[in-house]
């Protein structure tokens, strides 16, 4: 259904930009800034040497280096100069999201530099340091239950919007979402693999905003591009070729039949995005590719490890859908783009790092015991 052949809509949609203008320039790392803002974007293209099949060249899009260390500050940036400059978002009113932590985090830092209080809705299943960021940057964040899932937040978000009047910025239909990555993630790496093979485009989605947004971008210059999107194995929505049940306004209706709880933070909430949808529509996607938690756990911590890149589980998530792709199909000296979301900080107290230990394991005693002083 949503993987099907044919590109008419993309003809139309691929350069359309929102109302929106933002400077973009690359940046020195001993530039002068008027404010934190204005690092948001042009994050690093680096090589993955130690990982994968050596006859595919793979490189990682490190979201990381954006100032909350992911890419969802380009989202809370956008969105947010959007309604700014639409008149849609007051001086000193309060804004209101649903979010699974990046995306509040960054909307806490974008609201506390622009004079905004803040209201953060989240299921109470995300990481706890996610919250204790967001209340840092002054954020209130108001827990939803874990059964009513993703959906419980965002229809808890719609009822404080209409209850106090609050700006609710609605991520996962608001246009302003993908045009700021149509703006930004698409032309850097067009620039960064300017005059060189790109043959792959690998990304995973959460409201499918650097999809759509990069995506119809890239395959408007680059048309043989193959673009990869990746999805949990306990949670592919997409691939179920389900149609999502929504509201009028859009916002999802319902948990997808097709959803089941998985660890892949920041990934697949239990809906399909209205984003997502009218990405899938340009039929941008030409391949879906379906990653366990297992694997992208495994490939988080490989990452850290062989390679000195640390990202969280949905950066190990779309690093393992490209290798399988560059393991099963990918020919000999092909190039893949692959996108790294956030960092590994954020994930602490989940599974990522339960193998990781605090105290010293039997080989860093039995180091410290081959020198007699300052042993504990």
């Not at 002068?32 to 990682?60: E, F």
């Not at 067009?190 to 005059?195: E, H, K, N």
């Not at 093979?197 to 990304?203: E, I």
Request: some cysteine; proline content about 5%; hydrophobic content about 40%.
């Amino acid at each position: 259904m949503y993987l099907s052949a044919g590109r008419n809509a993309l003809r139309s949609a691929a350069v359309r930009r929102g109302a929106l203008t933002i400077k973009r320039s690359a940046r020195s790392l001993g530039s002068l800034h008027d404010s934190i803002l204005d690092t948001i974007g042009n994050t690093p293209v680096v090589k993955v040497n130690n990982i994968g099949p050596k006859h595919v060249n793979i490189y990682a899009k490190c979201e990381y280096f954006n100032p909350l260390s992911s890419v969802k500050d380009r989202l809370a940036l956008g969105v947010i100069l959007a309604a700014e400059k639409s008149g849609a978002l007051k001086k000193g009113q309060t804004v209101v999201e649903a979010t699974s932590g990046n995306t509040g985090i960054a909307v806490a830092m974008v609201c506390a530099q622009r004079g905004y209080p803040c209201v953060i809705t989240m299921a109470e299943t995300f990481s706890i340091e996610r919250r204790k960021v967001m209340r840092m940057l002054g954020a209130k964040v108001i827990l939803t239950p874990a059964a009513e899932r993703g959906t419980g937040m965002v229809k808890k978000a719609k009822e404080l919007s209409e209850e106090h009047g609050y700006f609710w910025l609605r991520q996962f239909e608001n246009e302003a979402n993908p045009n700021f990555h149509a703006e930004s993630t698409g032309p850097e790496i067009l620039r960064d693999f300017a005059g060189k093979d790109l043959d792959y485009w690998v990304t995973g989605y959460g409201t499918g905003g650097t999809f759509q947004g990069a995506g119809r971008v890239l395959k408007a210059a680059r048309p043989d591009l193959k673009i990869v999107l990746a999805e949990p194995e306990l949670a592919q929505l997409v691939g179920s070729c389900v149609p999502q049940n929504r509201s009028e306004d859009k916002s999802p209706a319902e948990t997808h039949p097709a959803f089941q709880p998985h660890p892949v933070q920041g990934w697949t909430p239990d809906f399909i995005p209205q984003i997502l949808e009218d990405g899938l529509e340009l039929k941008i996607a030409d391949q879906l590719v379906a990653v366990s938690g297992k694997e992208s756990i495994a490939m988080s911590r490989r990452l850290a490890s062989k390679e000195g890149i640390f990202t969280g589980i949905s950066g190990g998530a779309t690093m393992a859908a490209a290798v399988k792709v560059a393991n099963e199909s990918a020919p000999e000296g092909s190039t893949m783009c692959v996108m790294l979301p956030d960092t590994g900080e954020r994930y602490l107290s989940t599974p990522l790092f339960e193998e990781i230990e605090a105290d010293m394991n039997e080989d860093e005693l039995n180091i410290s015991k081959s020198t007699p002083g300052f042993q504990l």
